[in-house]
């Protein structure tokens, strides 16, 4: 049931409102890649295990906001929870953020959540504190124009390394490169290694994923680094670019970012977008080095219920 407040109401997103959350993503985020095959799964088979729900607002406009509140699982505290929040920037001022977040609030207290975090644009800090939650870090969205990258020379692998297309791999091999390389992540919370449904839900099986653009470097037999593209159009979003510890300081990030670029250029896509944490300067040299720069920061907000 839809709860109204105003002239908008709120209810459950549903599947058919893929085109229009991903409408209003594009004028709240432009450089937040997630195509419509990507929302309308999220609607309608949220994330396992993460308790997640969707919530939108909409008037005569159509959808005018968007929030979405999970626990997780990522964390290694079971009581910490995010918030994803958008609001169209004509429809601001109503309460439909209020609103919105009173939703995602609620529901992350009903599964026991107790501390969670949610990004906010520069502008939306002083709605953020209105509503209990503190600034606390840093996230750095950079963009990347893919023109004539398709055409860049190739660059070889060093000694021992093979550089091969995502479809060329097992799932197997990639989640258990990714458990070794995501660990030590920057992050509000101690990281735990995705569980495999989830990762295999947001990553293996996700409609955007690219398996030809993305790229696994192999050492060993084994993947010891690789860079992912999540692909709407001619648009796309470097999901996860990272190397395994022991492997390390030997430009493989690069390397990987570099060839999954030229693919993905090569194949139509125009403008690649990523972001970073503050506190990751490795990645944050590679993607400058490769030419991306920032078009945009958001700011970490955390709140406790």
Not at 3 to 31: C, E, K, N, Q
Not at 249 to 276: C, E, I, P, Q
């Amino acid at each position: 049931m839809a709860a109204v407040t105003a002239d908008f109401s709120i209810r459950p997103a549903r599947p058919d409102d893929a085109a229009g959350a991903v409408a209003l993503r594009l004028v709240v985020h432009p450089y937040l890649v997630r195509g419509e095959a990507t929302t309308r799964r999220m609607f309608a088979e949220p994330a396992p295990g993460a308790d997640r729900i969707f919530r939108v607002a909409e008037s005569g406009a159509g959808i005018i906001g968007l929030v979405s509140a999970f626990r997780d699982t990522r964390s290694a505290d079971p009581g910490f929870g995010r918030v994803g929040l958008h609001v169209h920037p004509q429809h601001r001022g109503r309460g439909v953020g209020a609103a919105l977040l009173a939703e995602a609030v609620g529901h992350l207290r009903s599964i026991g959540v107790r501390r969670a975090s949610s990004w906010a644009a520069p502008e939306a800090v002083g709605f953020a504190r209105a509503h209990g939650f503190e600034p606390s870090r840093e996230m750095r969205f950079s963009g990347l124009d893919l023109t004539g990258f398709g055409d860049r020379p190739f660059v070889p692998a060093p000694p021992g390394i093979q550089v091969v297309r995502l479809r060329e791999v097992t799932e197997e091999a990639l989640y258990a490169a990714d458990v070794a390389a995501a660990t030590d992540e920057p992050g509000e919370t101690a990281p735990q290694p995705t569980p495999y449904p989830l990762w295999r839900y947001e990553i293996w099986d996700e409609p955007g994923l690219d398996r030809d653009a993305s790229i696994a470097a192999v050492g060993d037999r084994e993947i010891v680094s690789f860079s992912l593209v999540m692909r709407d159009g001619d648009r796309m979003w470097s999901d996860m670019t990272a190397t395994v510890p022991a492997y390390r300081d030997r430009g493989l990030a690069h390397l990987v970012k570099y060839a999954a670029l030229r693919r993905a250029a090569a194949s139509g896509v125009r403008v690649a977008y990523t972001s970073n944490d503050e506190e990751n300067k490795p990645m944050l040299a590679v993607n400058t080095r490769l030419g991306y720069r920032p078009v945009a920061t958001q700011v970490s907000c955390m709140a406790e219920f």
